[in-house]
């Protein structure tokens, strides 16, 4: 640690939650002092193998810093000050600053963190562009299929609904379809968003219209076995019921877009539509991925809609795994009946934050604007049956 300067008022350096991001990804060790509550960093903070985080809550910090917390910080390494959104960040880091640290603050703060999407193309074999959208701070990833003119996006974020549609332009082609696998618990679905901004048209599973949604603008649906054409190619429908009763597949190729129903690191939770239906359900996801999933080929491009801080991205920093090497590697797809929905229902992880908001506002019933859903999808995805990987 240097010494102080009394001479310096210098405002604190910021950096940008992009910039923190390639910190993290270049393999950089970074620490962060976490400034929000207990509970708040409990429920959602960042995490990295090369990231040491250490929690202390900002009315604890506001008269400086307390000497049992310089023991937890590094006096050779920079340190990145965060919180809420951004504000309480730059009164603490100004508070080690004056100590001598070399730190800075998260700009916007985990509500920055939240707006960060990233954007790369698969290496499948499909004769299209498709690509995969990634937000790091809640695991939602979202498809861009690109063919001849047309795309199509699969599980669009209604917080990136301009993304989408500027990278289908870009890509020489306007939307003409925006798909939802199911009604999510986790984020507000842009696809009204996007049918509303441009010709594109809404499309969801007929058993998730079902579960009584309605609003504006129309949309259509679709059941298994049905087909979507996107330019020269089709997109196929299956169904696959078991995290919700709505739960539908889509496959291009072979690429097979999983929804909730699979994902790279674990299969689905089966309790968010009807906790005291899970045992039931798991036994419908049983069948699902036993009849419609693992029939498919083995190397099927298994694409969910999320991954977890247990999955482990390809190197291209893409959430994708074939489906003969998940079969190898994760038990709970070759168990019988039984087994699979005692393992499945035995320790479910906490539900999302605002999960029964979410899914109202996904079936009409509420109408939040946009900062009001921005805020209410904060948090991680938990979508997952397991918060640790099954895979082994």
Request: aromatic residues 8%.
């Amino acid at each position: 640690m240097t010494e102080p300067d009394p001479e310096s008022d210098t405002t604190v350096a910021s950096t940008t939650p992009p910039e923190l991001k390639d910190r993290i990804d270049s393999g950089e060790d970074v620490f962060i002092l976490d400034a929000r509550s207990k509970g708040n960093f409990e429920e959602w903070h960042i995490d990295g193998e090369n990231v040491d985080i250490v929690n202390y809550p900002y009315f604890e910090l506001l008269d400086g810093i307390p000497e049992n917390l310089h023991a937890d910080l590094p006096d050779d390494q920079r340190i990145t000050v965060l919180c809420a959104k951004g504000g309480s960040s730059e009164l603490v880091a100004e508070h080690l600053d004056e100590d001598g640290y070399d730190v800075d603050h998260l700009a916007h703060g985990m509500k920055g963190w939240a707006r960060i999407y990233e954007y790369q193309e698969l290496d499948a074999d499909v004769d299209a562009t498709v690509a995969q959208y990634r937000r790091p701070s809640s695991g939602c990833l979202a498809y861009l299929i690109v063919s001849d003119g047309e795309a199509a996006v699969i599980d669009p974020l209604r917080a990136f609904t301009d993304e989408y549609v500027q990278d289908a332009r870009t890509l020489g082609a306007d939307l003409t379809y925006a798909l939802d696998t199911h009604v999510h618990a986790d984020h507000i679905s842009g696809i009204r968003d996007l049918a509303t901004e441009t010709d594109a048209t809404a499309v969801l599973p007929a058993a998730a219209a079902d579960r009584g949604v309605d609003y504006e603008p129309s949309y259509e649906t679709v059941t298994d076995g049905d087909t979507l054409s996107v330019g020269d190619i089709d997109i196929e429908v299956i169904y696959t019921p078991g995290h919700t009763t709505g739960m539908t597949a889509y496959k291009v190729g072979d690429v097979l877009f999983t929804g909730d129903g699979l994902f790279t690191e674990s299969v689905a939770r089966p309790d968010l539509e009807d906790p005291e239906a899970a045992k039931d359900a798991a036994r419908t996801l049983y069948e699902s991925l036993q009849k419609q999933v693992l029939i498919q080929p083995d190397d099927t491009v298994v694409a969910p809609a999320h991954f977890s801080d247990a999955a482990t991205p390809n190197d291209d920093g893409t959430y994708t795994a074939e489906l003969g090497d998940l079969v190898e590697r994760m038990d709970a797809l070759t168990m019988d009946e039984d087994e699979f929905v005692e393992f499945i229902v035995a320790d479910m992880p906490p539900q999302p934050a605002n999960y029964e908001d979410i899914i109202a506002t996904n079936l009409g019933q509420q109408t939040p604007d946009d900062e009001e859903a921005f805020e209410l999808e904060l948090g991680p995805n938990n979508c997952a049956a397991s918060d640790e990987a099954l895979t082994n």
